[in-house]
């Protein structure tokens, strides 16, 4: 028998009568109209609700995004909500192109508070609600179906009765039956019929039909058919806007709400981050980016992910996971080697494509750039990770370029460093393993000086150009001359090292570069050596002078230690 069996306890959401459906065939092609309600639903979630400040700057941070509705709030539940509204309209913080959001319970004394918040206000949405699921008809109210339309039907008349307290506002109705997720979806049409028909409406005057998903308990493909038979079932569509407040219960708010879209929902209401009761609301965020990452505009700018995040944070006191799509810290990091090398390789082959080139980066799902954030944290190093991303880091944030074949060796050398951490590595770190292990080596080899004389034959003549290297070294801590010529600087050093005791090697590889500008500008070089055993080593030299860069990885490659 299961551990967790429900045994009666639970049982599958039932299926709406949906004959003939069309959303599975539809695709989403243009923005919803957007609402936050962050200021309300978010707000009312927080441990330390926001003050009124606070509030106003969120309220500025939201206008800026681009939001053209925002449901700033519950006038009638607190001195603190009443007077942030007072002064968002005294203080002219609402752009004309905005419209303010106003949520009401449907009691008369609360209508009547609300409307008093709206004096001077230009644009507003009255959102009156009521519950009509068969749980809170049984349990909150002790109510029938008829009782508890008749509710939001009163509602209504009181709300029309008050709009001579609003002259000079634009007053647009929406309202939700709480709990539609859970109603039945013909008695939620019964509901909005009497609602729409109390209140009347026309193409200019087009009443929002919310549909909350007050508590999610459906899988996303039933919500959908949800949305569809109301959309299909509701009288004058034209004149209504299907209106979405989805939760997070299931952990599908997101995909109920694309996939409501499809079934032909017109306005989208949600938090940014998906803050909210319990386990959230949608996250509008991720709903936006969504469409954006398949080439649709979504209406909402959120070119500054970094500054958003750090005010949302600051703001609500709330964190944003790490793993939050688009937002969070770890979204465009990897830890897997075999991530790391495919971003690498694709993130360098964009280097000379155009900057709208088609975005097929491996691993990411768009360009971080378009959200403002950078490349520098797409790869972080821990002992998981696999040799192309060292490399990676070092390439982008100290412009070493490394041979391919000594990436092996150089992630090898990180991932132990990592492991002995037991943590992951900072860039400065994975330099520094760098910087020690070839950069920095003066045992067993160490120049102590070094000079170098260009042999040029007599004019006219065909002998080769010569170079003299003499050096001052050290071998095992003993001092010693040692000179050799040779037809450059670096041959001519390996010739001197050859009356020493150091093992005999020939050069199997050589590669170099420069890192810098101007009088900055130096010369990197790295170097294979394959040793009369058979060993091979690597060694990385830095210098200004080119020639020297040479010698000085020959010398990082005699002193290289496993």
Known sequence: MSVMNPNGKYRAFEDVPLKNRTWPDKKITKAPMWCSVDLRDGNQALINPMSVEQKLEFFDLLVKIGFKEIEVGFPSASDTEFNFMRRLIEENHVPEDVTLQVLCQAREHLIKRTF?????CKKAIFHLYNSTSPSQRKYTFNKSKDEIKQIAIEGIRCVKNCLSMSEGTEIRLEYSPES?????????LEVCEAVKKEWGCSA?????????????????????????????????????????????DRGEGVAQCELGLLAGAD????????????????????????MYTQGIDPELDFRNMPELTEAYTRLTGMEIHPRTPYSGELVFTAFSGSHQDAIR?????RVNMEENAYWDVPYLTFDPHDIGRQYEGIIRINSQSGKGGAAFIMEQDYGLVLPKAMHPVFGGLVKDAADKAQRELKPAEIYNVFEKTWLNTKSPLNILEITEKHIEGERGSNLPEQVAAMATIEWNGKKMAIAGNGNGPLDAFVNGLKQTDAPKFNITSFHEHSVGTGSDTCAVAYVQITKENGEQVWGVGKSSNVGRAGIAAVVSALNFKA
């Open 204 to 248: 200019a005057n087009k009443v929002i039909l919310n549909l909350p998903t007050t508590v999610e308990c459906a899988m996303p493909n039933q919500f959908a058919d949800q949305i569809e038979y109301f959309c299909q079932n509701i009288s004058e569509r034209e004149n209504v806007i299907i209106s979405l407040h989805n939760h997070n």
């Open 116 to 120: 008093e918040s709206l004096k001077g």
């Open 180 to 188: 539609f997720s859970t109603t039945e979806v013909d008695y939620a």
């Open 267 to 290: 306005r989208v209401e949600g938090c940014l981050f998906g803050n909210g009761e319990r386990t959230g609301n949608l996250d509008i965020v991720n709903v936006a980016m969504n």
């Open 345 to 349: 390789k694709g993130m360098a082959a």
